[in-house]
């Protein structure tokens, strides 16, 4: 038996003609659609309940029967649960021993999200869309437009450069009435392509994880959160004295340009190293898991820093061969002195935690 089913997800049928639902019956559904039609003729529920009726009586090679069944308006998890609970009811009505399947007929994409719903309770051999030839297609894109709308990641996909785009234009209109340089309008418009940029990147996700990392730090009292910021800001320092030391060279080449970039700012980026590297010794001590080879860290940036700012001094006049040679010398000493010294202070006095027992055999 194939039984024709009108959805009405809505409910336009029973708030606008006071009709209790489901409609059973091809001369109760051709009422309802009267009625329908009368209280609201641009309903377009009124051609589905009308295209229900002209199905029922195209098909005569069979059994076949035609209902009505409405949701809510409220809409959504509602609607489609009162859809099943009608669905249920019009089933228990048909008495008949053969199987039952439904051909529903909608007006839109709004009414086929509760296809699955149906399907759950009885096999589906189609859909059938009734749309207005004037208007074809209409309801179906206002109902994916609010979709995408309602979706928050789709949303700020789309909504967010569309909402800075069009911000663009006032913000020059302002600052042109506010006679605001033309530095201001390209910082903003920096800014906002910056936005866009993280958005594409994916970049706020990373943002998000560090500051979480930052506030987990902060509520463990972690030393390293402290060491960083002294190091990104000596690192400033030492960008910024590489750049001074380099105007003193105006006539440099490729090679001397480095040099002096190195000779300016070794000696700010070596205390940044230093600083962080006893931070984050500092914190395995503190977490119970220090290892006597984690002390190499600042000793290695301390003989990079001296090799580096020997070569790089050398490379500008500033020093002599046998300075040089004597830094090399100190710097590779350096650091095989610590390793070697660290590798027998762990030997020596590390004392790891004894591993648990097995079960006995």
């Known amino acids: ?33 009267v009625a329908l ?6 309903d377009s529920d009124v051609n589905v309940l009308f295209e229900g009726i002209h199905i029922h009586d195209s098909i005569t090679d069979e059994a076949v029967e035609v209902a009505a069944v409405t949701g809510t308006e409220a809409g959504d998890v509602a609607a489609n649960r009162a859809v099943g609970e009608e669905v249920d009811t019009v089933l228990a009505s048909l008495a008949t021993g053969e199987d039952v399947r439904a051909l529903l007929v909608t007006d839109g994409a709004q009414d086929e999200s509760v296809v699955p719903v149906i399907r759950s309770r009885i096999h589906i051999d189609g859909v059938r869309r009734v749309v207005v030839r004037q208007a074809q297609d209409l309801e179906s894109m206002y109902y994916t437009f609010k979709q995408v709308l309602d ?134 001590y503190l977490a119970d898991s220090f290892r006597w ?7 290695y940036v301390l003989a990079i820093a001296v090799v580096l700012r020997a070569v790089s001094g050398y490379f500008l006049g500033e020093v002599g061969i046998s300075y040089l040679a004597l830094a090399l010398t100190g710097g590779t000493l350096l650091g095989l002195g610590s390793t070697l010294a660290f590798a027998i202070a762990e030997t020596r006095f590390q004392t790891d935690p004894a591993p648990s027992s097995g079960r006995g055999s």
Request: hydrophobic share 50%; net charge negative.
């Open 293 to 299: 080879r984690y002390l190499n860290a600042p000793f």
């Open 151 to 284: 979706d928050p990641e789709t949303r700020g996909t789309i909504l967010v450069p569309l909402g800075i785009l069009l911000l663009i234009y006032p913000l020059a209109i302002l600052a042109d009435a506010l006679e605001l340089p033309g530095s201001s309008l390209g910082l903003i418009s920096g800014l906002l392509g910056l936005y866009v940029l993280a958005r594409g990147l994916g970049a706020e996700e990373a943002l998000d994880g560090t500051v979480e990392r930052l506030r987990s730090g902060l509520y463990a009292g972690r030393v390293t959160i402290i060491t960083y910021v002294v190091a990104a800001a000596l690192l400033v320092i030492g960008g910024v004295s590489g750049a001074q030391t380099l105007t003193q060279f105006p006539t440099a080449s490729a090679l001397e340009v480095l040099a002096a970039l190195v000779y300016g700012s070794i000696q700010w980026f070596a205390a940044a190293g230093v600083t962080s590297s006893f931070g984050r010794v500092t914190d395995e």
């Open 1 to 33: 038996m194939l039984l024709v089913l009108c959805v009405d997800l809505d409910d336009d049928l029973g708030r606008k003609t006071g009709f209790d639902t489901p409609v059973i019956g091809r001369e109760a559904v051709e009422e309802a659609a």
């Open 37 to 42: 039609a009368t209280a609201d003729p641009e």
